[in-house]
């Protein structure tokens, strides 16, 4: 789901750092939507639910034992109100983080930006320079080597 602990490498075997669909728009003008499909950035809702139920639930039980000492009953009014507004808050700004700079996986950032003809690794312009011999394109950016044609 989150690309942070997600590694991609180049054509050559190479490590290389994911751009992110928000600066490869940036680096090549292009619209967001144009380098991306919606199947391939990270998901607002699922993350929504995941981080906000999370983060929600951890507040919800931090409450109760450090505010009440655990001595009042586990659900009152105020209690849930801050697990709603854990949820609301925490989820909805992890959901707008995610599909905004988020990729659903690495492969799905690779097979977008190669086909935009964008470098993955920093969204550099590719497409217009001449593979070398092995049939990779090398960015004069981050140095990463793509093979922009299967
Ligand atoms: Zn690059």
Known sequence: M???????????????????????????????EFIANRDETGRFWSTFLFTGFFFASFMHIWFWFSINSGSTPFFTPLSLSIFAFSFLFYGGAMGAVIKLYGWRSSTHARQALLRAGLCAGCGYSICELQPEADGCTVCPECGGAWRLKP
């Open 2 to 32: 989150m690309t942070v602990f997600d590694k991609l490498k180049d054509d050559r075997g190479n490590p290389s750092k994911i751009c992110s669909p928000r600066k490869a728009s940036i680096e090549s003008g292009y619209a967001k």
